[in-house]
């Protein structure tokens, strides 16, 4: 009641200000998306004779068929990299699921020191863990192959398994009593009871593993970077094939953008509601 007073009570000049300043910050935000959606549509020839902010005219798909057909190969790029997602999408749900699980719910000597330990490798910066990594795939002969790029990063990740740990604990212990007393094991109740309860959680983990593999760059640049390349190895090549040219590099960059932004809008509400399940501030 008291949040309810003091938030009508607030000055209408506040209130004004608050959405002024988010208005600006979205603004800020949308315009470089804005400005390579426009660049993207120009032909090289518009671009280098207009102001670079000036709508297209006409708008064309040079820069796209360029491209798509040129020795860049950007459509195997994005093949490989929706691959490439869907590889470790699916590795690291399904194993951080069986880990958070355990951690959660299954009693194990040195449960919490093994949770811990694990959880604390997020201090490790990625930087110092690619030359070790980049030997380990060369020793193996995966440099410069699909398998190369994605095997370091297809298992469970500390940030999953913690927020999954935590979502999965949320389930009153009754509820799994319960399935265990009916004859389930906990097989099916993972799968049956705790992860249909946890479909917010996991369907935000989704997308930000979705994002974050969709736009990795380093380790795919150095692990593979003649071939097999993915979407953002290949835009980077754009820049020097082509001399800059920045209708080619903001056509590729739409091409990236738009299933990501896709994926947002469908997924919005999943992340509203993991946030108000899980108390992440």
Same mark, same amino acid.
């Given at each position: 009641?008291?949040?309810?007073?003091?938030?009508?009570?607030?000055?209408?000049?506040?209130?004004?200000?608050?959405?002024?300043?988010?208005?600006?910050?979205?603004?800020?935000?949308?315009?470089? !998306?804005?400005?390579?959606?426009?660049?993207?549509?120009?032909?090289?020839?518009?671009?280098?004779?207009?102001?670079?902010?000036?709508?297209?005219?006409?708008?064309?798909?040079?820069?796209?068929?360029?491209?798509?057909?040129?020795?860049?190969?950007?459509?195997?790029?994005?093949?490989?990299?929706?691959?490439?997602?869907?590889?470790?999408?699916?590795?690291?749900?399904?194993?951080?699921?069986?880990?958070?699980?355990?951690? #959660?719910?299954?009693?194990?000597?040195?449960?919490?020191?093994?949770?811990?330990?694990?959880?604390?490798?997020?201090?490790?910066?990625?930087?110092?863990?690619?030359?070790?990594?980049?030997?380990?795939?060369?020793?193996?002969?995966?440099?410069?192959?699909?398998?190369? =790029?994605?095997?370091?990063?297809?298992?469970?990740?500390?940030?999953?398994?913690?927020?999954?740990?935590?979502?999965?604990?949320?389930?009153?212990?009754?509820?799994?009593?319960?399935?265990?007393?009916?004859?389930?094991?906990?097989?099916? =109740?993972?799968?049956?009871?705790?992860?249909?309860?946890?479909?917010?959680? =996991?369907?935000?983990?989704? !997308?930000?593993?979705?994002?974050?593999?969709?736009?990795?760059?380093?380790?795919?640049?150095?692990?593979? #970077?003649?071939?097999?390349?993915?979407?953002?190895?290949?835009?980077?090549?754009?820049?020097?094939?082509?001399?800059?040219?920045?209708?080619?590099?903001?056509?590729?960059?739409?091409?990236?953008?738009?299933? !990501?932004?896709?994926?947002?809008?469908?997924?919005?509400?999943?992340?509203?509601?993991?946030? #108000? !399940?899980?108390?992440?501030?």
């Amino acid at each position: 009641m008291s949040s309810s007073k003091s938030y009508s009570r607030r000055p209408w000049w506040s209130t004004l200000g608050i959405y002024a300043g988010l208005s600006l910050a979205a603004f800020v935000m949308v315009i470089p !998306l804005l400005f390579s959606f426009v660049t993207a549509f120009k032909s090289p020839q518009d671009f280098a004779s207009h102001s670079p902010f000036a709508l297209p005219s006409p708008p064309s798909l040079t820069s796209f068929q360029a491209i798509l057909t040129g020795r860049v190969n950007f459509g195997d790029a994005i093949i490989t990299t929706l691959l490439m997602v869907v590889v470790m999408v699916v590795g690291q749900l399904v194993s951080s699921v069986l880990a958070a699980y355990a951690f #959660a719910r299954i009693e194990f000597p040195g449960r919490e020191v093994i949770f811990w330990l694990f959880l604390g490798t997020m201090m490790i910066p990625a930087s110092v863990l690619v030359i070790p990594l980049y030997l380990m795939m060369a020793r193996m002969g995966l440099n410069n192959t699909f398998w190369g =790029i994605v095997l370091p990063f297809v298992f469970a990740s500390p940030y999953a398994v913690f927020l999954l740990r935590q979502s999965f604990r949320q389930i009153p212990q009754e509820i799994i009593d319960a399935a265990t007393m009916d004859g389930a094991g906990q097989i099916r =109740i993972l799968f049956s009871i705790v992860v249909p309860v946890s479909k917010p959680i =996991i369907s935000t983990l989704v !997308l930000i593993t979705v994002v974050s593999q969709w736009n990795s760059f380093m380790w795919p640049r150095i692990i593979a #970077a003649t071939r097999p390349r993915v979407l953002t190895v290949a835009t980077a090549a754009l820049q020097s094939q082509y001399n800059a040219n920045w209708t080619y590099v903001m056509a590729a960059t739409t091409i990236a953008l738009v299933p !990501l932004i896709a994926l947002f809008i469908v997924f919005q509400r999943h992340i509203v509601e993991s946030i #108000a !399940l899980t108390g992440i501030k």
